[in-house]
C-alpha cells in the first residue's frame, strides 16, 4: 500500500498561483500512475491530471494553467497551478494506481486526506 500525503494547498487571490505537492512512501512510486483529482462542495470528485512515467494528462478545461510533474528520486509528484479563478476552490487530492487509465477515478487505489485550496475573488 502507497502512503499519500498532500500539501501546499491554502488561500490565494484569483490570478494567483499554487504548487501542490504528493509525497509517497511505503513503496517507490516510479512505475505508478500519478493523480490529482478535486472536490468542490456539492460536486462530485473530478480529474484534473495525471502523470504515467512521462506522459501527462489533462482534463481540457485546465490544460495551459495546470501543470503536472513528478521527481521520482524524491517520490513526490506536483501540480503547479496558475491563473487561479474561484472555479478552482476544491479540495485537491492526490492517488496513485498501478494499472488502468490514468484518466478514471476507479483505476487508483491509494488516496491522500486531500489538501483545501481557496481562491477568493
Known amino acids: 500500500q502507497v502512503q499519500l500525503v498532500e500539501s501546499g494547498g491554502g488561500l490565494v487571490q484569483a490570478g494567483g498561483s499554487l504548487r501542490l505537492s504528493c509525497a509517497a512512501s511505503?513503496?517507490?512510486?516510479?512505475?505508478?500512475?500519478m493523480g490529482w483529482f478535486r472536490q468542490a462542495p456539492g460536486k462530485e470528485r473530478q480529474f484534473v491530471s495525471a502523470i504515467r512515467y512521462s506522459t501527462t494528462y489533462y482534463t481540457d478545461s485546465l490544460k495551459g494553467r495546470f501543470t503536472i510533474s513528478r521527481d521520482d528520486a524524491k517520490n513526490t509528484v506536483y501540480l503547479q497551478m496558475n491563473s487561479l479563478n474561484s472555479e478552482d476552490t476544491a479540495i485537491y487530492y492526490c492517488a496513485a494506481s498501478q494499472w488502468g487509465d490514468p484518466r478514471l477515478r476507479r483505476d487508483y487505489d491509494s488516496w491522500g486526506q486531500g489538501t483545501q485550496v481557496t481562491v477568493s475573488s
Open positions: 511505503g513503496r517507490t512510486v516510479t512505475s505508478y500512475a
